[in-house]
């Protein structure tokens, strides 16, 4: 199966900065079939982006997706109060759909 | 707007059954997609379980493929798990969920989650 690896850990940031995480697979992804979701404290997650770089339905422009193959990152471009969250990403081009193991974006 | 709700008992006694069912609305589950199930453990990250289609396909991931039946009901709308031989290590919190695109994701509508919990 394919591993992702998410960095950093965490990520100390002010509202109004621009955030960037990384997800990198272990193998390439499949036609760049690699998602990220958000998930506050006790919710589920929320699809962000797929396909790598499409923003799902109602997400912000401010979250952005780019790369392919093994290596992808989602930016934001000027964080709000209410996207301290946690992100992971999602490979769904290879079964099982494997998941990175979280950045945890924080003031 | 299309609508998941996990019920199903939140205590299982390890290597009994767990059983939860999805209650889907506002989406007939015939239409199409593959409709899966995704697991957190306390403090954890995600873990895909496995999905199945409207015509009873499935995929599972191998980690769990012995133990794992997923199945779909179009007459109620449901979809369900089944998760046998349990152990603490299952202990998790369970998400329903629409795959919107191949057999395992991109995931667009989750179910809000239950936590199960393997205890005697």
């Known amino acids: 199966e394919i591993v992702l690896t998410q960095s950093p850990g965490t990520l100390a940031l002010s509202p109004g900065e621009r955030a960037t995480l990384s997800c990198r697979a272990s193998q390439s992804v499949n036609s760049d079939f690699l998602a990220w979701y958000q998930q506050n404290p006790g919710q589920a997650p929320r699809l962000l982006i797929y396909g790598a770089s499409t923003r799902a339905t109602g997400i912000p422009d401010r979250f952005s997706g780019s790369g392919s193959g093994t290596d992808f990152t989602l930016t934001i471009s000027r964080l709000q109060p209410e996207d301290f969250a946690v992100y992971y990403c999602?490979?769904?081009?290879?079964?099982?759909?494997?998941f990175g193991q979280g950045t945890k974006v924080e003031i | 707007q299309v609508l998941l709700q996990e019920s199903g008992p939140g205590l299982v006694k390890p290597s009994e059954t767990l059983s939860l069912t999805c209650s889907v609305s506002g989406y007939s589950i015939p239409s199409g997609f593959y409709w899966g199930w995704v697991r957190q453990p306390p403090g954890k990250g995600l873990e895909w379980i496995g999905s199945v289609y409207h015509l009873g396909n499935t995929f599972h991931n191998p980690s769990l493929q012995s133990r794992v039946t997923i199945s779909v009901d179009t007459s109620r709308n449901v979809f369900s798990l089944k998760l046998n031989s349990v152990t603490a290590a299952d202990t998790a919190v369970y998400y329903c969920?629409?795959?919107?695109?191949?057999?395992?994701?991109?995931?667009?509508?989750w179910g809000q989650g239950t936590m199960v919990v393997v205890s005697s």
């Open positions: 969920a629409r795959v919107a695109g191949s057999t395992t994701g991109p995931i667009d509508v």
């Open positions: 999602q490979q769904y081009g290879s079964s099982p759909g494997t």
